[in-house]
Structure formats: structure tokens, C-alpha cells
């Protein structure tokens, strides 16, 4: 099945293509952690070494299976490079600056299909976990016992913003300059990462 | 075209349906204000006193239009109840009160088709705006000059809490009780609604 290649990307596109429809599958079903470059490999029908050889690491083959339009590693670097106290300002803005840039289109349409289907979704919030809030929590080192719950609370405020900015479009969110935004925000996302969450569930009124 | 009827809906089912289409598009193109019951009804090809009589008001025909599970005028006077200060802990216990009821299922099924449908998405927001953040904005008597914006943060943060609890099933914000997240996001829409925000867009970090 090999096929003459021009371009300088390695392998047949085929094999490639085969590897990230499997490490989709199998990202989606068994999450990134337990699923292995080796049955991907046997899930492609592939040497376990090609996979390797095409895609280096098992999270370089989950950004290219997502099709996702910047490095993950280093969106967390300039999330968390302010440490602690920068970084609900520096989130915002981060994810904005993606956002209003020609990329943010693909996040849009990603959003939209994940919103639509259910294995989209899984893949989505598998990729969100493993190579971005896992990260932001480690790298800020919160406390472990409530780091998953800030996140989470972190991913309702940016996910609801990205859903009126950029879908829903509603005014003034939708054409506010980002920095307006940033300062509007931040102080809510701040409190989310670092500030003192009631979780009794005793809340007056 | 008539036929007879047997249950205790007045009218005549194709009518009733005629009119809800041609009211679904007069206010997503032109918006609420603008669609008036008369134009409503020449779209439908139906006489305007027929409007008015299988529907009473332009509330409740955008109400039928949109199959909305609750009466938005219930729901707001929940949510202002209490007065200004009250309103971010009523506002996020009335929404998880309806969502995690039976009916919250029209809701998010409304959400999936309005994020990859660009017209239900403009009834939507149509329907936001104008029938309930339009009615808690003056029940709250927030200042004229910021409370479209402090309305659009709201959405950023409540359409949030929605996509990650319901859409995303991001944990652990999915099986929380509601009271916990009361409590724990409470504070935050508080802010949206009455606290300073920063608009100067001159935030440090």
C-alpha cells in the first residue's frame, strides 16, 4: 500500500491518518492515561514503533489527533508563569488572546461539534483534563485536596465566556476589548483558583 | 381546511402551528420588539384577531415558540425576590433547581441546538434578552449604564455552570449538590450583578 511521497511530512498518509482515527477512538473510550501508543498501534493495525516514529509522544499524537491549534505546554507556561496570584488575570487573557486570533475559529467549531456529539464531548473533556487543567494545577500547586473542584469552577466561568463572546454573541460581552474583559473577569476566575470556596452548602437566602 | 376537533385546545392544530413558525421567524429576523402580532399574523396567513385569540399575548406566543419549559415571569420573580442582595444566590439556585428538574432536559437540548444552529441561536438570545434578563434588570434597579453589561457576565457565568455540569460533565462540578454550588458560585454572579468592575481595562499582570 505504499503510495510515492513529495512532501517532507514522513510516512504514507494513510498509515498516519489511521493512527490518529485509532488514538481518537481509544482516547475517547479508555481516557488518555490507560490507552497505550502500543494498542493504538494495534488498533491502527501498525508497528507500535511507527506510531512513535510519526508522532514522538503519546501527547504530541493528542494534539494532532484533536487538530488543536496551539501548544498546550505552552499556553500553561504563560498561564502560570505570574505564579499564583497572576494567574486568573493572566488566564483570561491567555485564553482570549487565542480566541481573537484567526485560530479561535477552530475552537469555536471544536465547541460547537463537541457540543453536538457525544464522543466529540468525551475527547474534549479527556484533552481539557489530561494536557491542560492537570498541568495549570500542578504547576500552581494547589492544594490537591480541592484542585479538580477549582478547576472545574474555573472551566464553568472561561467555558460560559468563550459561549457568549464568540457563539452566543450577546451585547456588550461579544465586542468588549478583551483587556475590559480581563479586568471584569479575572477577580471571579482569581477567587475560583485561590480564594475561599464556601462548600458547606449552608448559603443564606 | 378545518377539522374536527376533539380535544379541549381551541382551534384548529394547523393554524396554531402556522402561527408559531411564522412567529419563530418574524422574531429571530426582526427581534421581539419589532415582530408585532399583526405581522405575525399575515405571515401565517392567519386573521391577527386568530393570534390573539389562540395566544393572548406576544409573551406567551414567544413562549409557545420556544417550547420553554418554565414561565419566565415566575422564574424572575424567584430569582428578585429577595432584593438586590440576595439575587446571585437566588439566581444560581432557581437555574440548578430547573435544570436538574425533569424539564432541564428541553433546556439543554435547546443549548445543543442553538450552538450549532445559527437561528435557533438568535431566538434564543432574543428570548434571554428580552424576556428575562430585560425583566430582572428592572426588578433589580440596577444602574441603566452598566446593567446590560453586568446582564451579559451573568450569561457568561450561568451558560458556563450549564455547559460544564450538563453538557461537559466536567467533575467534579457534574454530581455536586446544588446547595454546595450555591454557595460555592453564588459570590461570583453576586459580583456580575451589584460589586465594582473594573472597565478602565487597565489590569495589571
Chains 1, 2 share one sequence.
Not at 31 to 41: K, L, N
Request: hydrophobic share 45%.
Amino acid at each position: 500500500m505504499k503510495r510515492s511521497r513529495s512532501g517532507r511530512r514522513p510516512g504514507n498518509p494513510d498509515t498516519r491518518e489511521s493512527i490518529l482515527a485509532a488514538a481518537r477512538n481509544l482516547f475517547a473510550e479508555r481516557g488518555f492515561d490507560a490507552a497505550t501508543m502500543r494498542a493504538i498501534g494495534a488498533e491502527a493495525e501498525v508497528d507500535p514503533a511507527l506510531v512513535h516514529h510519526y508522532f514522538g509522544t503519546k501527547e504530541k499524537l493528542f494534539i494532532a489527533a484533536m487538530q488543536f491549534p496551539v501548544d498546550p505546554q505552552q499556553l500553561v507556561a504563560e498561564v502560570t508563569a505570574g505564579g499564583r496570584d497572576e494567574a486568573g488575570a493572566r488566564l483570561v487573557r491567555t485564553f482570549l488572546s487565542i480566541w481573537d486570533s484567526p485560530v479561535g475559529a477552530i475552537g469555536a467549531s471544536l465547541l460547537r461539534s463537541a457540543v453536538s456529539n457525544e464522543w466529540t464531548l468525551k475527547l474534549l473533556r479527556e484533552f481539557l483534563t489530561t494536557q491542560i487543567l492537570r498541568r495549570v494545577l500542578a504547576e500552581l500547586q494547589l492544594d490537591p485536596a480541592q484542585a479538580q473542584l477549582r478547576a472545574s469552577l474555573v472551566v464553568s466561568q472561561i467555558g460560559g465566556l468563550a459561549f457568549a463572546r464568540y457563539i452566543l454573541k450577546l451585547e456588550p460581552i461579544a465586542s468588549l476589548p478583551s483587556e475590559q474583559l480581563v479586568g471584569m473577569i479575572a477577580p471571579n476566575v482569581q477567587r475560583y483558583l485561590t480564594g475561599e470556596l464556601d462548600t458547606s452548602g449552608s448559603a443564606a437566602a
